[in-house]
């Protein structure tokens, strides 16, 4: 790995679940760059492929670039770290958008993204949309993400007691692609031997709870962790895709 001193165990697993007919979700494991990718796509026939397929080819291109330069549209007031990630889920934006610009069939694409970015001493987690990223540590499980829909809004701003249809509850308030820039949530954290990440889109997030996820994430290798919370959201209706990433810190 280019990381020397980081030794990690990971896995990532996607299924198509019960009640679709196509996968929206792609996602990356790059242990070599340490970088981990889930993108949920959506919008028109196939195009939520499309967008998610985008997504990945762009921060995997990024993440490989032999100049590691910082993308033009990174934020140099971050670390490094975060800069790069930052401008790297910006220029998928802009790659997304500017394909559903110019194909009609891909108008109004769009996805989600949740990324992980190993260096030898930190790790930084980036969302956009409502795929989650969990940190699981001694003291329990705990979500490194920001929830960008209607009703994680509602809560922050104490809005419960306006009444508003529950199909819109779920609905993304931001999303790659959508429009020509987008604000991805950051989030710089540090890590300990024994600390283990989950990534993942909601066709799991939805019919899984941490706690659960804790609970096989602790007893299972990252493999059989994937495939256990996997067949646990196709044992409980698989009403969408469903993809995961596990990484467990081994140093």
């Known amino acids: 790995m280019v990381i020397p001193m980081l030794q990690l165990e990971t896995a990532g697993l996607s299924d198509i679940g019960k009640n679709r007919d196509h996968q929206e979700d792609a996602f990356l494991v790059d242990d070599e760059h340490g970088l981990y990718v889930v993108a949920d796509g959506m919008g028109g026939h ?56 110019s194909d009609e069939q891909c108008r109004g694409m769009g996805s989600t993204v949740a990324a992980l970015y ?23 499980i705990e979500m490194l993400s920001a929830m960008h829909t209607v009703a994680a809004e509602r809560r922050a701003l104490d809005l419960q007691g306006l009444d ?66 996997i067949s646990l959201a196709n044992a409980r209706g698989g009403d969408d895709n469903s993809t995961v990433i596990v990484i467990k810190i081994n140093c």
């Open 46 to 101: 196939l195009a939520g492929e499309v967008a998610s397929a985008i997504i990945i080819e762009t921060l995997q291109a990024a993440a490989c670039d032999p100049g590691g330069h910082l993308p033009a549209a990174a934020d140099t007031s971050r670390s490094l770290a975060s800069a790069k990630l930052l401008g790297w889920i910006r220029q998928a934006n802009r790659n997304v958008y500017q394909r559903s610009l």
């Open 118 to 140: 190993f260096t030898d001493n930190l790790v930084v987690a980036a969302n956009v949309g409502d795929s989650p990223v969990y940190l699981v540590s001694g003291s329990g």
């Open 164 to 229: 508003l249809p529950v199909h819109f509850h779920h609905m993304l308030t931001r999303a790659v692609g959508i429009d020509a820039d987008v604000e991805p949530n950051i989030r710089e954290t540090d890590f300990r031997a024994g600390d283990a990440f989950i990534l993942c889109s909601d066709g799991l997030s939805n019919a899984v709870e941490p706690e659960e996820m804790l609970a096989i994430v602790r007893r299972c290798s990252s493999r059989d962790a994937c495939a256990r919370l």
